[in-house]
């Protein structure tokens, strides 16, 4: 299994910036996809962009396209996701997610992720 440990999130004004990193350890010979899922207050958690082992299959959710780059560096097993435009209704708690399918993550089966254990993005308007 892997590990997963979330950094970069914080407050931000409207219009801004933040880059979300994830760094995996565990398993991480292993071939996985990863992805970056949000929760806002009352809501259910949705996945934001998923990421194959190589780079090769990206996907992103309509709402964050053209803002939100998602990236992985092999190397440091480590996960970004590049968040601009920020708006505040990007409010919420984003977990960072591993498919060891590296596959269904893709097609919305998520009942063998393993998740990190969050960090709170702000968006003030």
């Known amino acids: 299994q892997v590990q997963l440990v979330e950094s970069g999130g914080g407050l931000v004004q409207a219009g801004g910036s933040l880059r979300l990193s994830c760094a995996a350890s565990g398993r991480t010979s292993d071939t996985y996809a990863l992805g970056w899922f949000r929760q806002a207050p009352g809501k259910d958690r949705e996945i934001v962009a998923a990421?194959?082992?190589?780079?090769?299959?990206?996907y992103y959710t309509d709402s964050v396209k053209g803002r939100f780059t998602i990236s992985r560096d092999n190397i440091v097993n480590t996960v970004y996701l590049q968040m601009n435009s920020l708006k505040p209704e990007d409010t919420a708690v984003y977990y960072c997610a591993a498919d060891p399918s590296n596959a269904r993550i893709f097609y919305g089966d998520y009942n063998r992720i393993s998740w990190g254990q969050g960090t709170q993005v702000t968006v003030s308007s």
């Open positions: 990421i194959s082992w190589g780079g090769s299959r990206i």
